[in-house]
Structure formats: structure tokens, C-alpha cells
């Protein structure tokens, strides 16, 4: 650099040179295109709902609007509002809006801008060695003076720039040689009396000395090296949908070194899953932005889960937008069920009977809330007991006939219209009757909370964002929406939605404190919810998955902001499924023991609590190898017992899970 001497003007290029990013500056283009999303919301065709391709519609008018430039007697250039105006009016159902819109993404586009950008620290050294009489900024950009002024004084205080050229504003640009030859003439100084400096060195360089000014190439070994890096890795993301590998990397330094112990072994495991529950975060926020509604509600139990990562994520606003205000809502599946039937009939029972095609009165009464004892004698009138276990309800005759004996079934219209009423109360006090739509967020994986409310609230739609989601057995209603963040087997492709195929294991990994809800009731304080509390599931979470929920806490914001500063899209995000697949076809020994020490609720349905059984019959698993017989057995023990890879790992020394794995039997599961 002694080639700096003494010139009348120093002239400055901007990015690269003067600033620099976290990330690839499409990166910056790709968190507009999201951004419009959100905003155009249901005024955007659904299908422009995918922030690349509305990136690839921008670059190509981007290019349209360069040869129209061209072909007026100007360079290649376009300005930023005319480009997105020009974007929405093809995108939008209301083509009106697309004028107002415009300014508004640009703002959008500018904060995202100051929250990447950076000074780099060599440049200005540089400058303030020399301290030039009279400095000027050249850019080839595609915001205005004004513009590009705004995030230059934000980052760059204290350097005072006489002008800022930029070539959206003039039509001319420094490839071409006629924006170096218009600053000459507009500041009054011969080209050989302007220094210029930047990081092109066709054009910084080699294209200023052909128009006479004198030229440095600036370089930064170090960013320069950054720079590369992140061209790479946004060349992978365009190549095959996502570079994900980079955010793993990313909350890699928040491990804790292994000392042995299951609790840093849950929280590292926690740690490495984070880009997981982040991007749920992420998802949720990006849904509430599109959808603009007030605020989420995070339903019990792992809902708890969810909302704590949330507003973990928040703590570094990854989207540069006020947050969406978020509520915990106390509910669950026999504390909403009684209370939105609205017939008690075969026809409406089918909502439960889909799920659990065998079950007993008691277990459906205990569904009901309700205990079982006080309908012992209507029921053995009609040829049952409390116990039978009956197949195929809907069909059994004998349940028909109860189900229209009014001694039977005046308690329990009466019992639901108290708890209905109690519901509402409840639903009422959490601001969730308020006007417009409402929004919740579950673990998934049919939505049967959501159905309840929306049967219960026939007037308000109810939108459902889920972790995942297993094909749908009953009619979905009309003013309910759902969407998975990983898997909807509803819709992907069958070796995708393996992953919500045995979800005990994952409800286990999201569970908290405090038990399930179980209903309502009122006190001084208004209505609250009643809690079955279970000393067992309390006990694993405290022993085992506290640990891991720590972990994912912890690196959550890294992982946000990484997601934030990349603009990485829903689409590339929903690739971790693929992470937390690995976990359930290789899990770790600390989950499971956490898995078999746990006491798993299944009060809904079944009306009791189910604890698996983790021994494999040793005989039937050796005759297996031989005859269909046993190794059915062995199958049917491992699908019921809800995790067969935790069972098999687990079971002989490993020796099951690793003959399966040899073998491509994992596959089956």
C-alpha cells in the first residue's frame, strides 16, 4: 500500500472494500424473498410461497430490467424498489399492493444489511493513515446514494464521504468505464488526480487505469479466504438444496468436554440437535409473520418445550421484525375432547374409535374423563363389562345399545356440558376466543387437539404448526389448517415420513415437568387446569432429558442467528429431519435408558400408563433366523414396544441391533 501517496480525491469502492458480510450477498436477497413471503402473506399466490424461487424470479427481472437500461443508452443497471415492485405485480393476487409493498421490503432489505455488514478493520486503517482531504464512495450497487448512505454512516462513522456514486442512480457503471468517467467530470478533477481503491481488479483495477485513474487492488488475505468460503457454501445450497453442514459447526464450540457422565452426554447430544428445534423455531415464526396473527399459543405438553426454544430464538431476532408474542395454553387431548363432542354417538365416537379400533368402556370413559365405577350395572345390562376389551366398537351391537340408553348417556352429555363450559372459560381467560385467527403449535402427530377446538369454535380458524405429522384418519375440519415443519406423511413421500413412524421417542425428548392436563375446574382466581402429575415421568426428566432440553437452550441462539444471518429458507431448514432420523435409527445410550425408565401417559385411549418391556425373547429371536413364526413374534414385540432400535440396541449386548443393522433389517422398522 506505500503506493498511496498524495491525490486530489481518494475514491472508495464499497462492498468488499469498505464492507464486508457474515454471509454470500445473495444470502441478503434470498432473506428479501422470505421476507415477502411473510409480508404479501395469503395476497401472495401460493405458488410463489418458496423463498428460492421467488429469489430466481428476482434475479431474472433483475437482468430484464439491465437490458432495458441497455437498450435506452445506459448500462446494465437496475434500482432495488423497481425490481421488487416489478416482482410483486407478478406475484400478487392484488396487484394494487404491489406499490406499497415495495418500500416496505426495501426497508426490510436495508435492516438485513445492517445486521450482516461489517467494516473491514485493514481498510480503514488504511484510510486513517491517510486521511485524504476529499474522500468519495464508487459502487456498483443497486440502492440509491441515499440508500447506500444510510448503511455506509451507520457502519462506517468515521469516514465522511464528499459523494457517494452509485450506479443504479446514473445508469452507468464501473465494468463499463463510464461511471469512473462521470465522477471525473461531476467532482471537477482530471481522472489521473483520483485514487482509487477496491477489490475488483478487473474493474477496481485494471478499468480505472483505463479510464487514467491511478488504481490500488485492495486485498484482505483473511476475509478474502471468508469470502471464498462463502461463495462455496452458497453453491452448495443452489447445487442440492442446502449446505447444513456449516450450521452443525456452528454450535459445535458450545460442547462441554465428555467427563463420562450421562448428563453431559445428554447436553452435548442436545447441543448437536439444536439446529433441529431451532429451525421448528424458526418455522413458527416465519408461519406467524405469514399468517399476522397476534400472538402463538404453545399447547401442553411439549409445547412447554417448544416455547422456551422460541423464545430462545427471539433473543437474537434472526428475521429483523418484532417477535410475535407467544402463550403457553393448558390443554391436551382428554381435557378437549369431552367437551367438543357434539353428539354422543357412534358416528361421533368414530373420532376416537379411528385411533383405537379396540377398546373397553372403561378406557372410553376414562377418555371421557369420567370415572368408570358409577356406569358398572347400565353396562352389564346391555351384555359387557367395564374391562372387555371390544373390537371394532362402531360395529358391536351391544355398545350401540348403550350408547342409546339414556341412563347411560344423560351423565354424560351433562358432564360434557360442564366441561365445555369450563373450556370456554379457560380458552376465554388465555385470550384465545379474541377476534381474527388463532395459531398453536404442538409436537404433531394427527392435530387432535386442533380438531377439538375447531369443532368447539366453529367460527374461528385455527391454523397448527407441527413437528411432524402421521397420516390423518378423520375428516379434517373446514376452519382448521396444519403444517408439518419435518415430515407430512399426509403428503411426503413414504422413506420420508418413516420418521414419524415411532414417536414415543420423540414425545420422550420433548416432554417436561408438571404432568398432562386432564381438565378443568374453578376456583377464586377464575378457571384452571387440573394436572395428572406422575412421579415417574417427572423423574426421567429430571434425571435424563432436562440435560438434553439444556443444551439445545444454550445453542439455540447460535443457531438463530446462523439461520438469520444466511437466510436460511423453510425448505432447506426441513432437511434436518434427516438428523433426527439418525438419532432414532442410532440412538445413544443415555436416551436409551431414559426411554425404558419412562412410564409413557396413554390415559387417552388406552386410559392407563404403558411402560415398555426392553427384553427380546432370546428363543424366538434365534429361531427367527430360520422360521417366519418366531420372527413375527419378534417384530410385533418391537413395534409395540415403540422404539425397535432402542430395543435392539439395547438388548444382548448390542449383538440384535448390530446383526440388524448387517443384515438391512432396521430397514423394515
Not at 468488499?16 to 413471503?37: E, F, G, S, V, W
Amino acid at each position: 500500500m506505500s503506493v498511496l501517496t498524495d491525490p486530489a480525491v481518494v475514491s472508495l469502492d464499497v462492498w468488499d472494500t469498505i464492507l464486508r458480510r457474515h454471509c454470500h450477498p445473495d444470502a441478503i436477497k434470498l432473506h428479501t424473498a422470505q421476507a415477502t413471503i411473510a409480508l404479501a402473506g395469503e395476497d401472495l399466490d401460493s405458488c410463489w410461497h418458496d423463498a428460492w424461487r421467488l429469489f430466481a424470479l428476482r434475479r431474472e427481472i433483475e437482468a430484464e430490467i439491465g437490458r432495458e437500461c441497455h437498450a435506452s443508452g445506459g448500462d446494465d443497471e437496475y434500482e432495488i424498489e423497481s425490481v421488487l415492485q416489478r416482482l410483486l405485480e407478478r406475484c400478487l393476487q392484488n396487484t394494487a399492493l404491489a406499490a406499497q409493498f415495495a418500500p416496505r421490503l426495501v426497508e426490510m432489505e436495508i435492516r438485513q444489511e445492517l445486521a450482516v455488514t461489517y467494516a473491514d478493520p485493514q481498510l480503514l486503517k488504511l484510510i486513517a493513515a491517510k486521511a485524504p482531504a476529499r474522500l468519495i464512495a464508487v459502487s456498483d450497487f443497486y440502492m440509491t446514494e441515499k440508500r447506500l448512505g444510510r448503511i455506509l454512516a451507520e457502519k462506517v462513522p468515521e469516514l465522511t464521504f464528499e459523494r457517494i456514486f452509485v450506479s443504479c442512480d446514473l445508469r452507468l457503471n464501473k465494468r463499463s468505464g463510464r461511471l469512473f468517467r462521470h465522477v471525473a467530470q461531476e467532482i471537477g478533477v482530471a481522472p489521473g488526480q483520483i485514487l482509487h481503491i477496491g477489490d475488483n481488479s478487473a474493474v477496481d483495477v485494471d478499468r480505472a487505469r483505463a479510464e487514467g485513474l491511478t488504481a490500488i487492488h485492495f486485498v484482505h488475505d483473511k476475509e478474502e479466504r471468508l469470502r471464498a468460503a462463502k461463495n462455496r457454501s452458497f453453491a452448495r445450497r443452489e447445487e442440492r438444496g442446502h449446505d447444513l453442514d456449516e450450521l452443525r459447526q456452528v454450535v459445535a464450540p458450545l460442547l462441554k468436554p465428555e467427563d463420562g457422565t450421562t448428563a453431559t452426554a445428554l447436553y452435548n447430544l442436545g447441543v448437536r440437535h439444536a439446529p433441529v428445534f431451532a429451525g421448528f423455531a424458526a418455522f413458527t415464526q416465519a408461519e406467524a409473520l405469514r399468517r399476522d396473527v397476534s400472538r402463538v399459543f404453545f399447547m401442553t405438553r411439549e409445547g412447554v418445550f417448544f416455547k422456551q426454544v422460541y423464545d430462545a430464538l427471539q433473543t437474537v431476532a434472526p428475521f429483523n421484525r418484532h417477535a410475535t408474542g407467544s402463550s403457553v395454553l393448558e390443554v391436551s387431548r382428554i381435557a378437549t375432547f369431552v367437551g367438543s363432542l357434539r353428539s354422543f354417538t357412534a358416528d361421533e365416537l368414530m373420532r376416537i374409535w379411528s385411533l383405537y379400533s379396540h377398546q373397553s368402556i372403561q378406557a372410553l370413559l376414562r377418555t371421557l374423563d369420567l370415572e368408570a365405577a358409577p356406569f358398572r350395572e347400565v353396562v352389564m345390562r346391555h351384555g359387557l363389562t367395564l374391562e372387555e376389551v371390544v373390537a371394532y366398537p362402531w360395529q358391536d351391537q351391544r355398545v350401540l345399545n348403550l350408547l342409546a340408553d339414556p341412563e347411560f348417556c344423560q351423565p354424560v352429555e351433562t358432564h360434557r356440558d360442564q366441561q365445555r363450559a369450563l373450556l370456554l372459560d379457560y380458552l376465554g381467560q388465555r385470550g384465545f376466543l379474541e377476534d381474527g385467527s388463532r395459531m398453536i403449535v404442538d409436537i404433531g402427530w394427527r392435530g387432535s387437539i386442533q380438531d377439538n377446538l375447531a369443532l368447539l369454535l366453529p367460527e374461528t380458524t385455527i391454523h397448527g404448526l407441527y413437528l411432524g405429522l402421521q397420516p390423518f384418519l378423520n375428516e379434517q375440519p373446514a376452519n382448521a389448517t396444519k403444517r408439518a415443519f419435518l415430515v407430512d406423511a399426509n403428503m411426503d413421500e413414504p422413506a420420508r415420513a418413516r420418521l414419524v413412524r415411532y414417536v414415543r421417542p420423540i414425545e420422550m425428548m420433548c416432554n417436561v415437568l408438571g404432568g398432562s392436563v386432564t381438565g378443568y375446574h374453578r376456583t377464586p382466581n377464575g378457571v384452571e387446569a387440573l394436572r395428572l402429575s406422575h412421579r415417574n415421568e417427572d423423574d426421567v426428566h429430571e434425571r435424563f432429558i432436562s440435560h438434553f432440553h439444556a443444551g439445545i437452550i444454550a445453542a439455540t441462539p447460535a443457531a438463530a442467528s446462523w439461520i438469520g444471518c444466511h437466510a436460511v429458507t423453510l425448505r432447506e431448514l426441513a432437511a434436518l429431519a434427516d438428523s433426527l432420523h439418525r438419532l432414532l435409527m442410532e440412538p445413544p445410550r443415555a436416551l436409551i435408558e431414559a426411554f425404558f425408565s419412562l412410564e409413557h401417559n396413554e390415559s387417552f385411549g388406552v386410559g392407563s400408563f404403558y411402560k415398555p418391556q426392553a427384553g427380546l425373547p432370546l428363543l424366538d429371536c434365534l429361531l427367527g433366523l430360520v422360521a417366519v413364526g418366531p420372527r413375527r413374534r419378534v417384530f410385533s414385540h418391537l413395534t409395540e414396544i415403540g422404539w425397535p432400535q432402542a430395543s435392539l440396541r439395547r438388548a444382548y449386548f448390542g449383538l440384535p441391533y448390530l446383526f440388524a443393522r448387517m443384515t438391512n433389517l432396521l430397514s423394515r422398522f
